[in-house]
């Protein structure tokens, strides 16, 4: 394996998951860094072409790998693609934004949030995108490159001031991560949001902040401490791997073409619904299959958020 070829491998997911050519980048940092930000500049000035190609994916190793390396000259271009319109943010990345995508800012800001910030505050960003932005803080603190209460702070001015007082997913998004920080100090703040009707119930129920009041900060910050939610990349093939459009359809068992990840646990995987249809649960090749349970909608903003 060469540089050319691994990257003639990141082109395209029609010829299943490229473990081999992902193990060979992991290995070879210093020969594939400056390819992949280049992957990254490519897509954001090809965005809107590149969105209709459901088969590029270079970006998406170069994000991954990035991350894993935590690679800080990733960040802003990181945070430029996702400051993209909306519908070009769907087609180039799915349902990247609402699985991964706060793990992979944490990982490339090396606790520098400033940019991350950024793109909470803005308006014009995608609210999912802005979701992920506020769960890349909790990560950050999670994993000690921020202080929880330098993070509870900012999300003080964000109930205060920063926000207007509107209804948004923004909100409820917001009452989540600062409930996982343990909510003591903000839960007037979250009070008043929901009096106000700025939260959904749905999305995180105030009985529920309430009741992680009580169970306590110690027991609180253990449960953050376990959460593999909120954690940095450190194994790009596994994350990478567990996407839809590289499992092998059940038709190909046999096909010892298939790729199954070298020297990688296969991951934990749980059982869909019986009333899931055998048609439903094929895998779908590209970056914006619908969500397994037949709803038609993105997988991001059905099952993903419940």
Known sequence: MNLPEALAEFESSGNGFPGEAVEWALAERGQVTVALLEILRRTIDNAEELAEDETYMAHFYAMYILAQFREK?????????????????????????????????????????????????????????????????????????????????????LFRTVLPREPSFLWSSLCSCATDLYPEDLLQDIEQCYDEGLADEIYIA????????????????????????????????????????????????????????????????????????????KVKIGRNAPCPCGSGKKYKKCCGRL
């Open 73 to 157: 000259r990733a960040y802003p271009l990181i945070v430029e693609l996702f400051r993209l319109p909306s519908e070009t943010i769907d087609g180039l990345t799915g349902d990247l934004v609402a699985t991964d995508l706060h793990q992979v800012l944490a990982s490339v800001s090396r606790g520098d949030d400033s940019l991350i910030k950024s793109l909470i505050e803005d308006s014009n960003v995608d609210v999912w995108v802005r979701d992920a932005s506020l769960r890349a803080l909790v990560t950050l603190a999670a994993c000690g490159d921020k202080q929880r209460e330098e993070v509870l702070d900012y999300f003080r001015s």
């Open 206 to 281: 105030l009985d529920e902040v309430r009741h992680v009041v009580h169970l306590g900060k110690e027991a609180t910050l253990e449960d953050l401490s376990q959460n593999s939610e909120y954690r940095l990349m450190t194994d790009a093939i596994e994350a990478l791997a567990q996407w839809p459009f590289f499992q092998v359809d059940s038709s190909e068992e046999d096909d010892e073409s298939a790729f199954v990840p070298s020297l990688r646990p296969e991951p934990e995987w749980t059982p869909p619904p019986d009333e899931w249809s055998t048609s439903e649960k």
